[in-house]
């Protein structure tokens, strides 16, 4: 489940895997947009209502893609922006096998609507303009890959079911960056997999113009940068999500 907010008509969008619902602010119902059969995997209004959704397509020759799309506010197509493998087995499989810790593709707007995009199997992120969803900007950066630990393996196959038929595929190299987001001053905040001190994990930072400006520690599953306040993403022992609040002090080398 994901949350975004439509700025222009003052709506929280909630994503799910098969539609998009909309709220008022105090919580008051509004409406539904289904997605029409199609599962995904990530969702998102822009300011303006438009709805972008990363969507999981059951190829038969390529086998299965994430592929991003927008659409508009009620739903209809607009236009494809990318393509990636998804980490799962291809349809008909006689096992099912996860790729996982394997890249996957991931997306976040700028204070323009523009869409940032990334598939972390190389360090690049694209962004497309908000008025005709193509591509006018790249980021690149060069890194140290980070070795998949064997702890994480073992964590990893405890959550299989018995008998479930469900096999893990790992790689030897986690992917470039794991997700990232903006600050409300147009700063991309790129989160890798190195960690620091504290369950810390090293973000990469980059002004509002593509380039690299250094590098933080931050709790990990950033949800964004506002008036120096930092939000993330957290769970307790029940399972139970909520929102933190971190003070943001910035130190110029």
Do not use: C
Not at 2 to 11: F, G, K
Not at 56 to 65: A, H, I, K, T, Y
């Amino acid at each position: 489940m994901t949350l975004s907010l439509n700025r222009a008509a003052d709506e929280l969008a909630v994503h799910q895997p098969y539609r998009m619902t909309f709220f008022k602010p105090d919580g008051t119902f509004l409406r539904d947009v289904s997605y029409k059969g199609a599962s995904t995997v990530l969702g998102r209004v822009d300011s303006r209502g438009h709805i972008y959704l990363i969507e999981l397509v059951m190829g038969d020759q390529d086998g299965p893609r994430f592929v991003t799309k927008k659409f508009g506010p009620d739903g209809s197509f607009l236009a494809e922006l990318s393509g990636s493998p998804a980490p799962i087995s291809p349809k008909g499989a006689t096992r099912i096998k996860v790729h996982t810790l394997m890249p996957a593709s991931y997306f976040h707007f700028d204070q323009a609507d523009n869409v940032v995009y990334g598939y972390p199997q190389t360090y690049d992120l694209m962004l497309f303009r908000a008025s005709d969803a193509k591509p006018f900007k790249k980021i690149t950066l060069s890194y140290d890959p980070v070795e998949v630990a064997s702890e994480e393996k073992k964590e990893l196959e405890k959550e299989i079911p018995p008998g479930s038929g469900i096999e893990f595929d790992f790689p030897k190299y986690h992917p470039a960056y794991s997700r990232f987001f903006l600050s409300d001053l147009g700063h991309l905040f790129v989160q890798t997999y190195e960690k620091a001190d504290g369950g810390r994990f090293i973000h990469d930072i980059f002004d509002a113009e593509g380039r690299f400006i250094g590098r933080m520690p931050l709790k990990p599953s950033g949800v964004g940068i506002l008036k120096g306040k930092y939000y993330a993403l957290e769970e307790d022992e029940d399972g139970y999500q909520y929102v933190k609040r971190y003070a943001v002090t910035w130190k110029v080398r």
